[in-house]
């Protein structure tokens, strides 16, 4: 059963105020994170590999007990009070969804089963997202229904993955790498849907990408971390204009666009908070 929140009208839907990770007592992942989410927005967390993308994503979803991780600072607030060290299945109930980069479906089970199985508890009367609903978003998945999910294709997985969550009917939705391995007229097509999402049912999203010009082209704020840090945030507008942004993160500088190895041996500046 979802828990009824307060109204979050007057402040962020999702903050995060100076948080701290550490895996293992000894290896600091993230240190210092501050962000918010604003209701019914589109918000991306960007950067390369290792940058802590996920570990702030699992931190919001309290999935730190059994990553063996702990948050020794640091405050996450949903609607306006603390999450901080809830229970998954608590987290959860508050309207709280997250599809990981890994693991997102029941191989072995059908596209049906995954479906009819990952509710929850929450009935069809209380979450304003049903199946027929899921079958109009992804007409796709309602095809292959008695598939074995195990056969999906990439994409096929990621929307399976992405409706499951939709059914326990969430007010915010964590959405780990959406584009990662995928081809680009299926990315396109669940950038559609996000909007979609965003547009009928008023969903928030928090998206982790590598690919900045998929974050920008669907998101209204972007959040750059580099080695656990925030280090750069804005509109797309704002990142799109910054000379450094767009020699690493886009590839085209100055001398219009450069090469992988380019990027690559790229030595930015560190213009960021100037």
Same mark, same amino acid.
């Given at each position: 059963?979802?828990?009824? &929140? !307060? ?45 802590? /993308?996920?570990?702030?994503? !699992? ?44 693991? /997102? ?36 998945? /309602? ?64 998206? &982790?990408?590598?690919? !900045? ?10 959040? &750059? ?12 507008? /704002? ?15 100055? !001398? ?19």
């Amino acid at each position: 059963m979802i828990e009824q &929140v !307060a109204s979050t009208s007057e402040g962020p839907l999702l903050e995060i105020i100076n948080l701290e990770v550490v895996y293992q007592r000894a290896i600091t992942a993230i240190q210092g994170v501050s962000l918010t989410v604003a209701p019914h927005s589109i918000t991306a967390l960007i950067g390369t590999n290792g940058a802590g /993308k996920s570990t702030t994503l !699992a931190a919001i979803a309290g999935f730190m007990r059994a990553d063996d991780a702990q948050i020794p600072q640091g405050d996450i607030r949903f609607a306006g009070r603390s999450i901080l060290g809830s229970r998954i299945y608590k987290i959860s109930g508050l309207g709280i969804g997250h599809v990981p980069e890994r693991d /997102k479906i029941f191989r072995t089970m059908t596209v049906l089963e995954n479906l009819t199985t990952s509710d929850g508890g929450v009935s069809e009367a209380e979450s304003p997202i049903s199946l027929a609903d899921i079958w109009n978003l992804f007409p796709r998945l /309602k095809e292959r229904s008695n598939s074995i999910s195990g056969y999906l294709s990439g994409g096929e997985r990621q929307m399976l993955a992405i409706s499951m969550a939709l059914l326990n009917g969430p007010r915010l939705m964590l959405i780990d790498e959406m584009s990662l391995g995928l081809a680009p007229i299926i990315v396109a097509q669940l950038q559609d849907i996000i909007r979609a999402l965003r547009r009928d049912f008023g969903i928030t999203f928090l998206v &982790v990408e590598q690919n !900045a010009s998929v974050a920008l082209d669907l998101a209204d704020y972007t959040y &750059v971390m580099e080695n656990g840090r925030i280090v750069f945030d804005g509109t797309s507008a /704002k990142l799109r204009a910054h000379e450094d942004f767009r020699d690493f993160y886009l590839g085209v500088g100055q !001398a219009g666009d450069r090469s992988y190895q380019d990027v690559k041996q790229y030595r930015r500046k560190r213009r960021w908070f100037g």
